[in-house]
Nanobody
Framework: QVQLVESGGGLVQFGGSLRLACAAS????????MRWYRQAPGKQRELVAALTRGGSPNYADSVKGRFTISRDNAKNTVYLQMNSLKPEDTAVYYC?????????WGNGHDYWGQGTQVTVSS
């Protein structure tokens, strides 16, 4: 069984910074992509940032230049550094691991974390 645990959320003032972390645990052989999504109250979940193994990062237009996604493959952990935060960044942030394999030849599955709240005050 694979589990994703997010950490690092909290309350921050306008213009502040937070760093989210998401650690994948369990019997993991490989993880293809790792992504961060967010969902604000009354809105659909949206993709914030994505990073494939060995690939280039992709960002939503709304966070380009402010957020940075990175990963530590050895620790199966993905990070989201969020700078210059705005009230519209307030949301629950979810980690998503894509095409996770528990063996070399097994099928890949996607997993989600439980979410971490980020609140930016004006």
């Amino acid at each position: 069984q694979v589990q994703l645990v997010e950490s690092g959320g909290g309350l921050v003032q306008f213009g502040g910074s937070l760093r989210l972390a998401c650690a994948a645990s369990g019997s993991i052989f490989s993880i293809n992509g790792m992504r961060w999504y967010r969902q604000a109250p009354g809105k659909q979940r949206e993709l914030v940032a994505a990073l494939t193994r060995g690939g280039s990062p992709n960002y939503a237009d709304s966070v380009k230049g402010r957020f940075t996604i990175s990963r530590d493959n050895a620790k199966n952990t993905v990070y989201l550094q969020m700078n210059s935060l705005k009230p519209e960044d307030t949301a629950v942030y979810y980690c998503n691991a894509v095409n996770v394999r528990t063996t070399r030849w097994g099928n890949g599955h996607d997993y989600w974390g439980q979410g971490t709240q980020v609140t930016v005050s004006s």
